[in-house]
């Protein structure tokens, strides 16, 4: 019954993560539409359908890198997102070098007023 459970629990908890990964790429496919009709002037079908299909083929972190900057570009320009939640959005890396910088910063500052 153990084995049973585990193989269920793993079985689910695969699928859960490739529905997450899927729900992500579906957005920011979305966004890149945005963006590339903002930016670029390309609209139509074909441009979340060529990205989608060339992310799922090439499996490229250089098209998913694209597709965050001009998603970015897209979401804060055509969906008129403001910045602070752009940012977190679309580029989680800043998002937390930022945080962390204000966090050390802080501890900075309260470090020397205690002395």
């Known amino acids: ?8 629990l793993g079985v ?14 579906a ?3 979305v966004a890149f539409e945005a963006g590339t009709n903002e ?3 390309w609209n139509g079908w074909w441009v979340p359908v060529l990205f989608f299909v060339g992310v799922m ?5 250089l098209l998913i890198a694209a597709a965050m900057v001009i998603g970015g570009y897209g979401a804060y320009f055509a969906w008129e ?3 602070w939640i752009v940012v ?14 204000l966090i050390a910063a802080v501890g900075g500052v309260a470090e020397r007023v205690r002395g």
């Open 1 to 8: 019954m153990k084995d049973f459970v585990t193989t269920i």
């Open 12 to 25: 689910v908890g695969v699928f859960g993560a490739m529905a997450i990964g899927l729900t992500a790429l």
């Open 27 to 29: 957005f920011y496919t």
């Open 39 to 41: 930016w670029f002037g």
């Open 57 to 61: 083929i090439f499996r490229s972190g």
């Open 81 to 83: 997102w403001p910045l």
């Open 88 to 101: 977190p959005v679309f580029f989680p890396g800043l998002a937390f070098m930022i945080a962390g910088l």
